[in-house]
């Protein structure tokens, strides 16, 4: 099952486009959304154990507010790496120290008008300060959403099936034995950055109610 949904998207550059800082191109700032809808879209990205005490956040025209504090180290958020794109995202108590800031920035730039070259700059610079900081040790990303929708290498907005991500600093698909082919069952995406990740599919979620 996990080949045959992978096979649909054929191109790498689709995936990648999720965890970068921002999109190449010059993009005006996402779409705002309703606020319930994009709470329940948020908390999609969880399983049923970390749901119901995450902390969830919420994008407004100055950037991102946080609508419910965590009882559990987790955080919740719909990340846009292109404006069109929706990533549901709930990262662990690690991902919140290391991830969630830096995400949490960018729309924060965004809001203000800056450029991508200016934003990647600003993202660059804080890695090789310490502001933005790679995760130090393993943790997880739960992207459990069936409502991920990614950029591909034509820029067309497609979906992504559900799947897990593990930090994974700076690792290469080549450290993993992977071509890096979405085809594969585990590839990694960010490679060789501090936010790189471990990408493994998994089957559809059965959505906000989280049935098992």
Do not use: W
């Amino acid at each position: 099952m996990k080949n045959s949904l992978l096979a649909r998207f054929g191109f790498v550059a689709s995936i990648l486009a999720i965890h970068t800082a921002v999109n190449a191109a010059e993009d005006p700032r996402p779409p705002l959304m309703d606020r319930s809808k994009e709470i329940a879209l948020a908390l999609s990205a969880c399983p049923a154990t970390v749901v119901g005490k995450a902390a969830v956040y919420v994008l407004q025209e100055s950037g991102y507010v946080k609508v419910r504090e965590s009882q559990n180290g987790f955080s919740a958020i719909v990340q846009h790496s292109s404006p069109e794109a929706q990533e549901p995202r709930c990262m662990d108590a690690e991902g919140t120290r290391t991830h969630l800031p830096r995400i949490l920035k960018i729309a924060e730039l965004r809001a203000q008008g800056k450029s991508t070259v200016e934003i990647n700059s600003f993202v660059a610079d804080a890695f090789a300060r310490g502001i933005f900081q790679p995760p130090s040790r393993p943790g997880i990303d739960y992207m459990l959403s069936s409502e991920n929708r990614v950029p591909n290498e034509k820029g067309a907005i497609v979906a992504f099936p559900p799947h897990l991500m593990f930090y994974a600093p700076y690792l290469t698909n080549a450290d993993l034995g992977s071509d890096g082919d979405l085809k594969g069952q585990i590839f990694v995406v960010g490679e060789g950055t501090p936010h790189a990740l471990i990408i493994v599919p998994v089957g559809q979620h059965s959505g906000p109610s989280h049935a098992k």
